[in-house]
Structures are given as structure tokens and as C-alpha cells.
């Protein structure tokens, strides 16, 4: 079983935003919304700065709220690496799922459903990378399955340091930042 | 390696092309000798034929892919710097000549006067100077800049993030209005603003006063006397309550 | 000095989750109203008060029928893709708080019918007569009318509670994720509910007796508000914060003038004066109670959207 996970290096990350574009085109996200985006986190008084600069989305973590929050299973773990989708026509657009995310990944498509990330699960299932990794002018996310200790993945959430956002809320989030 | 892109529509509105500028440009100035091309294949073409290419064969080919050559050190260039001595030069004699400083010494930027703050500027990755504002996705992601200020400057003028000042310079031009960003990402002395927003043309309907422009503050430039490169970031600004 | 920009700018989701509105902080005040409703409604019925000519067991499943009907309403209102409400009721996810309101709500329905089986109203008995038929059945089993009572009192119960745990079960907003929010919102929608009853109550048994459960239930929720506060106070460092939106943050001036002062403290007041009979029963404590329940659910649901994991 595969379980599908993103890594990104935050030492190269330059917060460009092609990402957002990508994501924004491949998958027609409404204007005004975002399923990705950046977030830039400075410590310290000028001029002694540390910068670090993420590309953010849902963390399809493996101990989903808005999953279990979800009151009729619209929100759901895909059966190819465990990614966390929302079946549209399932949604009944209650919120619970919006609330219950403490990353803020999720919004209210202006159809009425729950929407975010999907790892680009239509694009993965095709043997690509999700649209967001395949465009990054500096190579900065590595998706891959996190179970396959031979994946450029594994081998890289192996040998350096990394953290993940909020790990304190308990969701197991699957998307690490290389630091 | 060189790809081929060709129009798709013709140009709207009687819109010139950057080509067309100059040569018409180049024409006013008596330099026509440089500019003997008469629409935008001939300019491709003779820029091509420079390096032993033609546009007949980029049409016909669409990607013509040359031999790597190394552009490196490290790839075995040996460099050649079209100095007197074929080397770096730290003290130069050409320079002395002329009367220069044969060693050119930093000196230091004039300080911004009491209550002025020095406007830099530069680029978000998002926009491409001031010519992708319009674009929806673009747009959505970034609609207007914002001006840093430091935080310390900022609690001192009871600027808070998001608040929306004019900024005038120190010619009394004052900016739309536009958001503050207060950071500690910024010298006390300077305010840092992205270029390409403030666009005045009640025709850019969804970029119409949209943040504020830096060019409109630009009112004075420098010039470096040594090889005559402009210097923009020479604007002093103060900070104006949006009323 | 730690500074966070996010290009993020989704509608209702930046800068705070405006998410839930007018639609979940109604649904929670009427399904709290609704649930203490039928805990008082069951009550009287295990007493046998039914054959009471008076007792308000005999109008307010009315009310309660009038007031979850709404509060469906507004909970209709507040979904977005409502084509698909239908899907609610095709599945049961149990760790879903929403699917099992949902089904809650399903069966709160029939026992209120049931409750009305009992004492009919003329005008519905003259026009389908078969009600009769139903009603005098029921009334000659009283073991069954007592187990109504029970299940008006479980159901009320429940409902009640799932209107806090709907919410202390999003973890993501540390305001709500206390495990004894459930008991806030249940003993205010009792407190609002005896407080109506009492307002509307015919018989002077009914009123004395609500109004001292009413001080009760008051006092109650004092304590429970305190012991939640000690709760997030002394939990992680975003409890804390949360906490600290309803003690000295945007939400404090409404949360204590009032939720606590003017819907728990000066009622409770005026009406312990009222059960000695120092002052007279007058309407004004219970509107203080039910306006004061209103604004707790609509402080609670509001702040806890505020509150966020950094």
C-alpha cells in the first residue's frame, strides 16, 4: 500500500507562487480561492532574520478530522495513498469538515461542496507528479510514496532534518518541510 | 538552443510592437543604419543570421538545438575580460586615464532627511514588471502591494498592518493609497514597495489604482558617472493618513 | 518577533473562519430550547400530570415542535449544497457529531407526535377522529405514557448534548474542544427552557417548581462556565489563548454582560427573591434567561471560530 506524501525544502523554496498558478489551472480553482499557497515565517528583530518560506495545502494527514468529522463519507481516504478527497456528490456542504481542520486547508466551492488539495490524484494516478511539483523552478517538492523506504522521498525525509506543521493538533500531516 | 513563437492574433487596437519602437525611436536620433529591418521577420532573421541560423530554417524546424558550449570556469572557459591586462583589474589604468579613481571607493548613500524614508523598489515573483497586473489568476493571487515599513517606524506612526497610508516624496507627489506591511524584513531608514501597481489608466479596469506606484514617486535619478547606469532608489518618502 | 504572512485569501476562511454562522449558532439555541422543552415535558409525563387540565405538558411539545421545526430550517439554510441534504440519510458515520444530530433530530420528530397522542387538542381530534382511537389507547396503558415521559427525557437529553458535542468535537478550535461543553450548552438549554415554561406556565405548582429548577440550573451553569474556563486555562497554550478571547479578548465584554450578567446573574437574583416571595413572578427574568442562552451560543460559536492552532 502506497502513502502518498510531499517534501519540500524550505532552503530552496523562494515563495514564487508558480505553484498557486499551477494548481490554480490544472485543477480550475474558482477565483478567490486557493487550494495551495505560501506562507513566509520570519523570527527575529532586523537586521538578525530567519526566513522560512513553505508552499502550503491540505496535509492529507492520516488521522483526518475532516474525515471523521464528515456526517455522510463524502470526505473520504482515497484507496491509492491514502489521500484525503471529498466525493462531491456526497457533500451536503455542512461545514463540519471546513471547521475541523485546524490547517485551514479546506473551503466552500462556490458549487456548494467542500474542496482542497487532492495530491492531484488524477494526475498521480497517471504516473505524474501533482501539477504544483512538476511546475517548481527549483525542484524544491519531491512527492512520493512514504511507505517505499527507496523512494526520493524516504531517502530524503531520512537524511535531513525536517518538521511538519502543527503535529501538536494531532493529525499525523503527511507533508514535511525540509529544514 | 532556439524555439520559434509565432502571433496567434494580430496585435489589437493598432498596438506597436517593442521593435517597431525602437527603430521609430532610432529614427528620431539619426541612428536609422541600426535599425534596417522593416517589420518583425526581418529583425528575427538578421538577429539569426548572426549566429549562423535563419528564421527559413527555425520555421521549418521550430527548436533548432546548437552544440553545448561551456560558459563556465568550472566547464574550462578561459575568461577573457577585454581589460588591458586580460584580468580582473582592481586598480585600473584605463580608469586613471580618464581621470577616474583607478580604485573606485564605496561611498556612502546620502541619508534620508528627518521624517523621510528611502523608497526601494523591486519585484514579486508573481507579476512581470507592470504588465501582468490584469491577469485574473495573477491578480488573484496578488492585486495590489503593499509598502514595508519597519515595525519599530511603524509603531512610531501607529501604522498597523493593513492600514492604508500615501506615501508623498520629497517633490510633494503623493501616491495612491496603499496597504502598510510593517516587518522587521526592512531597514528602519528604507520602505520597500513592488513595482508595477498604482496604474493610473482608468482603462486597466481591474488594476486601477490598485496599491501604489513607485515610478510616480521616482521623481529624481542618479546617474553613475563611471558608466552611466541609472539609479532609481534615490527617492526620499513621508508617510500620509489616507483621509 | 515572529511574523507569519500567508497568500492565502479564501473567502470566509481568511484571516478568521467565518464559516459558521447565523444558521449553527440558531440551530444550537433551538435544539438547546427544544431539548430542555421535552426533558421538563418528559418529567411531567413520568409524574402522570397529564390528566392535569393545565399541566404544560400538554402545549409545550407544540412549542418544541414549532422550534425544531425552525431550527431544521436555519440548519437547512446553512448548507451549502443543499441538493444533496438527501445523503445525510442514506448512511451513519459514527464518528461524525452532524451524522448522529441528524439522526437525532429523525427521531426527536416522532416523539413529539407521540407526546402530542396523548393530550390531543380538540380541533385536531374533531377533524381526524382517528386520533381519538390512538389517544385513548395510549391513555389506557399509564406504564407507557410514564415511558414516553422517559424517552422525551433521553431524546431532550441527547439532543441537548449534541448540540455542544457538534461543536467540542472539532479539535481544530480549541475554544470548543472541551469535553464539558456539552454540559454548557445542555444545562443552558434547560435553564431557557424552564425559564419558558415558567413564563408560560398556567398552574402555580408548575411555576414555583420551574422557577426554584430554573435557580438550580442557573447555578449550575455558573459552575460549569467556571470549571471550563479552569479547564482551557489549564491545558496547552492554544486553550489558554482561547480562554482568553472570552476573558479579556474581543469576546469578553458580551460574554460576561451578558451571557453571565445579565442571563445567569441578575435573573438568578430576581428570581430567588421571586421563590421567597420577596418580588413577584414577573417575565422579565426568563426573556433575561432565554435572550442570555441566544447570545451564549452565539459568543461560544462566534470566539471558537477565532480560536486556532497558532
Redesign the interface.
Known sequence: MARFGMAIDTKLC?????C??AC??ENNVP????RD???????????N?N?EIRS?RCNHCEDA?CV???????SHYHDVGGVVLVEH????????C???????A???HP???ADKCTFCIHRVEEGKDPACVSVCPTNCMIFGDLDDPNSEISKELNSRKHHSL?P???TNPKIFYLT | MFRFRQPVVDEPSHQKPNWWIAKELGKRLGLQKYFPWNDVEEYLDTRLKSVGLSLQQLKKEGVVKAPKQPIYFEEGVQPNFWTPSGKIEFYSLQLKEKGFDPVPKFTEPESPPPGYFRLLMGRAPVHTFAKTQSNPILKDMMEENSVWINNDIAMRYGLKSGDYIKLKNTDGVVSSKVKVKATERIRPDSVFMVHGFGQRSRMLKSTYLKGASDAHLTTKYKLDPLMGGTAMNVNFVTFEREA | MHEITSTRSNHLIDPTLQRLGMGNSGLSFLGGMVAGMMIITGYFLFKQRQDDETCSCRYVPWVSLVLLSLGMFALFLDLEHKLFTWRLYTTFQVTSPMSWGAWILIIVYPAIFVTILITPPKWLVEKFPIVKKYSDWLNERKMWIKNIGVANMILGAMLGMYTGILLSSLGARPLWNTSILWLLFLVSGLSGAAAFVHMVAKNVYERELLAKADNGFLTFELFVIGLMIIGLLTSTQVHQDAAMLILSGPFAATFWVFVVGIGIVIPLIIQLMAVNHKVNHTPWAPIMVIVGGLILRFVIVEAGQVSSWF
Open positions: 523562494v515563495g514564487c507562487m508558480d498557486v498558478v490554480k489551472t477565483e478567490g480561492f486557493n499557497w505560501i506562507t513566509e515565517e520570519a523570527f527575529g528583530k532586523f537586521p532574520i526566513l502550503e478530522p471523521s468529522s464528515c456526517p455522510t463519507g463524502a456528490n456526497e457533500c451536503i456542504g455542512c461545514k463540519a471546513v471547521a475541523s481542520c485546524p490547517y485551514d479546506r473551503f466552500i458549487d456548494g461542496y502543527k501538536e493538533a494531532g
